[in-house]
């Protein structure tokens, strides 16, 4: 039965009927994607449809009696199966966590044709269906725009053959159709990250870093293929991760006609350094320039032939599909659909379909073939052997990204040093808690600052280790590996120049072991020793020179970047161990896990990990905790149980920032919980402490650690040019004050995905120095998000 609302002018008002459907191949996230879809839609007042089977799914068969008249599209898709079914809260319980899709997908030949389409159309028309939400690669979105062009006309022959009613043809005249792009190439253009891509990622850095293990122990080398026909962003990014020797990529081929040379002279150069193992990362698209393709096969060939290696081939396949969904693709899939959703709800039948991106950390809604077209552009260029132009309409820190892993995975025979007055003496120190990445940025920066001709330091034991001059010189095999490792092999405290060492006995071992430019690798105390460094550089000439900080601490909390290296590992951890906490609440039925996170005064961790793991309340140091708030919950949680179906209670779970409150604390809570809940469910606690901070950094922290170290080493030679060339030219020796402005401290931060250095001068305004954070945050915009997903209004749980 039709239902329907009234409107303010009291016309009856259809409500919207949006079907969700994943098309192409499958990727990590689409689960989310569709959950979102279907609790935000319903929350917005919306009928919402699972599509099964991607296009093939347009054919509707009857189910539980809601949508009849299913037509088949044509014999080839009889099998049984697929439906289009209206879905409620219940429909998507545990989709976060489940890889892949759950409402299938399905490369469907019958779409491509006209007669495929209009079936379809008449199948959304009959179950009443006027917005459809697409998630899948360019070619599904290529064909959801060509179904758009092409509604008009489809409705009128469905009516000229009296497939529909008149009423059906007015009522359907128009179809909003809203593009996600669901793919793990990261092949589309128009936005920075596409759903499932990171995921995969994941899976290959995991085979490659276990890859490693035995490469490393029989001195072999591997050829690794990973997919990406037209696009290369799986093989660098992999590359950049496991820091391999050699990648191949169809965007970039390599530049030499004899690349096979190219490859062995890095191959032997990194062998008579040293190295035991060799890994080359090969995307299944990799072309020479003259488009033949450069198969693993023959790589292998090459490397055992010509350089004797025990070469082997792994073909990673669609073990880089499967699995579950990282924390960014959940949150991803989960804030991109929400749009999505908005999207239908704003179209209007003049406006084109759009696409939702991703660009610099904010969704964006672009015209969805604007993005198909550019995208197609990149595979044209390849075709025609113009590489530049795609690089060119890759992302731009696609190119970036490119030069970190060749400047810091290749040592260069010379190519990219520098004039030798304007090579530094660098040091490097860590502060604070160890994060994900802290090793990662120091591998980086050691490599790339040795091909620039840099000598570089690593100070053992931060400030501490500093005022006692423990300088040890770092060569690039000392810093092999690391890129993989978690915690800080530097050492790390939390003691801030100052305040807890002298300052100038800090001053005075700069300037004894002449360092001309220093890089902090750490979270708060790291950014309050950039402030006192900056502070009392008058009083200290060997102070001014370059400081830069890398942001890096599982709390997220360091003003000038969105993501500090760390937070998204610590992400990881805490939804890979919710998942598990879920499965035994499930397990033992009407059972509520108060989990305890870090974040010390952020709630990041709690806002992001809620979203992510689908958290039914979360307490974050922001709001804090007082009894109607609780008395709130405990509502909620009872209204939950009620409605359950008791043979298949779920389990939930609730997040609590450490720092949130001394009274309430994580067992209090679970107490409460526990009395209130009576029959109706239980409560345990789990602190997850300092696993979250990590063993194996996730990919994206190893590439945002490259990329952050890199580019401040480039901030170094940039603040100090003048100075060195200056002396240079007056054939003096560079002076012991290299920069005094205020530009030249910095915290090298993420603003999205490009890379910012922004003086901790201009910062201190925009931060709050009590609670230890930046006073914005982009992250709060996602904090309503997590009550909505649980099916409660964000007000009624401030009260
Ligand atoms: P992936 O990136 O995983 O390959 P994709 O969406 O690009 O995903 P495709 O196989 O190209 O995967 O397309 C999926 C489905 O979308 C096709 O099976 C077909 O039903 C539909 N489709 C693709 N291209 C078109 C087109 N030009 N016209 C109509 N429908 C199309």
Not at 337 to 362: F, H, R, Y
Not at 523 to 533: I, K, M, Q, R
Not at 786 to 799: I, P
Request: net charge negative; charged share 20%; with cysteine.
């Amino acid at each position: 039965q039709e239902q329907q609302d009234t409107s303010k002018d009291g016309l009856m008002k259809r409500r919207k009927k949006i079907g969700v459907l994943t098309s192409g191949g499958d990727a990590s996230g689409m689960n989310a994607c569709v959950r979102s879809v279907v609790l935000y839609g319903i929350s917005k007042g919306c009928d919402v449809y699972a599509v099964y089977e991607g296009y093939q799914g347009n054919r509707g068969i009857q189910v539980d009696g809601e949508c009849v008249l299913g037509v088949v599209v044509d014999g080839s898709l009889v099998d049984g199966g697929d439906y289009i079914r209206k879905m409620d809260w219940r429909s998507v319980t545990g989709y976060l966590s489940i890889g892949g899709t759950s409402i299938g997908t399905a490369r469907c030949m019958p779409f491509k044709t006209r007669e495929g389409r209009l079936q379809a159309a008449e199948n959304l028309i009959k179950n009443g269906i006027d917005s459809l939400i697409v998630c899948g690669g360019d070619g599904s979105l290529t064909g959801a725009d060509l179904f758009r062009s092409e509604w008009d006309g489809l409705v009128r022959e469905l009516r000229g053959a009296d497939r529909i009613t008149q009423e059906e043809a007015t009522t359907f005249k128009h179809l909003t159709i809203v593009g996600l792009v669901g793919s793990i190439d990261n092949d589309m253009s128009s936005t920075d990250i596409t759903i499932g891509a990171v995921t995969s990622l994941h899976r290959i850095c995991e085979a490659v870093d276990s890859v490693d293990t035995t490469a490393l122990s029989h001195s072999r080398a591997f050829v690794i293929e990973v997919m990406g026909r037209h696009c290369g962003w799986l093989a660098l990014m992999a590359g950049i991760a496991t820091g391999a020797d050699f990648v191949f990529i169809p965007e970039q081929p390599p530049s030499e006609d004899d690349w096979e040379t190219a490859m062995c002279t890095v191959a032997r150069r990194h062998r008579d350094l040293g190295k035991r193992k060799t890994i080359i990362i090969v995307a299944e698209g990799a072309l020479d320039r003259h488009l033949k393709p450069i198969k693993v096969d023959h790589i292998k060939d090459v490397l055992t032939d010509r350089l004797g290696l025990d070469t082997r081939v792994t073909i990673l396949g669609h073990t880089q599909r499967g699995g579950s969904p990282c924390a960014f693709d959940r949150i991803l899939g989960t804030v991109q659909s929400i749009a999505a959703v908005d999207a239908v709800l704003a179209s209007t039948p003049e406006t084109p379909s759009p696409m939702i991106g991703m660009n610099n950390n904010k969704v964006t809604t672009k015209p969805l073939m604007d993005a198909v077209r550019l995208t197609h552009q990149v595979a044209e260029a390849i075709e025609s052997q113009n590489f530049e132009k795609a690089m060119a309409l890759r992302d731009p820190q696609f190119l970036d990204e490119l030069k970190v892993f060749n400047e810091t995975t290749i040592l260069y025979d010379n190519s990219i040093l520098l004039p030798a007055h304007q090579q530094l003496r660098i040091a490097i120190l860590h502060i604070g808690a160890p994060a994900g990445g802290m090793n990662s940025a120091t591998r980086a920066a050691v490599r790339y600052s040795l091909n620039r001709g840099h000598t570089i330091y690593g100070v053992t034991n931060g400030f501490t280790g500093l005022a006692h001059g423990s300088f040890e010189k770092l060569d690039w095999m000392g810093v092999d590996g690391w890129t993989t490792c978690g915690g800080s092999y530097l050492g790390t405290n939390r003691a801030v120049p100052g305040k807890d060492v002298d300052m100038g006995m800090i001053a005075y071992q700069l300037q004894k072991n002449n360092i001309q430019a220093l890089m902090l690798v750490g979270g708060f105390e790291a950014y309050v020793s950039l402030v006192e460094l900056e502070k009392v550089r008058s009083h200290y000439p060997s102070l001014c020179i370059p400081i830069s900080l890398i942001p890096a601490t599982v709390s997220n909390n360091v003003p000038g970047t969105d993501f500090s290296l760390g937070c998204d590992t610590s992400l990881n951890v805490i939804v890979s161990s919710c998942d598990a906490i879920v499965q035994s609440a499930q397990s033992s039925r009407r059972r509520v896990f108060v989990v305890e996170v870090q974040g010390g005064r952020s709630g990041f961790l709690a806002v992001e990990g809620g979203l992510a793991v689908g958290a039914c309340a979360i307490y974050i140091p922001e709001e804090g905790i007082h009894l109607p708030r609780l008395q709130g919950d405990v509502n909620f949680l009872k209204s939950l149980y009620d409605t359950d179906d008791p043979q298949k209670s779920e389990g939930r779970v609730i997040l609590r920032t450490e720092g949130v409150s001394k009274t309430y604390t994580t067992q209090v809570i679970s107490e409460i919980l526990e009395d209130e809940g009576g029959a109706r469910f239980d409560s345990r606690t789990a602190v997850l402490g300092h696993i979250q901070q990590g063993n194996t950094p996730s990919p994206l922290d190893r590439i945002r650690a490259s990329r952050l170290a890199t580019h401040s080493i480039d901030f170094f030679e940039e603040m100090t040019r003048t100075a060195l060339d200056l002396a240079h030219s007056q054939q003096k020796a560079p002076p012991l004050e290299l920069c005094k402005n205020e530009e030249s401290v910095a915290v090298i931060g993420l603003c999205g995905v490009e890379v910012h250095a922004r003086p901790v001068k201009e910062l201190l305004p925009m931060t709050d120095m009590k609670n230890r954070k930046p006073l914005d945050e982009w992250w709060h915009r996602d904090r309503s998000l997590v009550d909505t997903m649980a099916g409660r209004s964000y007000h009624s749980c401030k009260e």
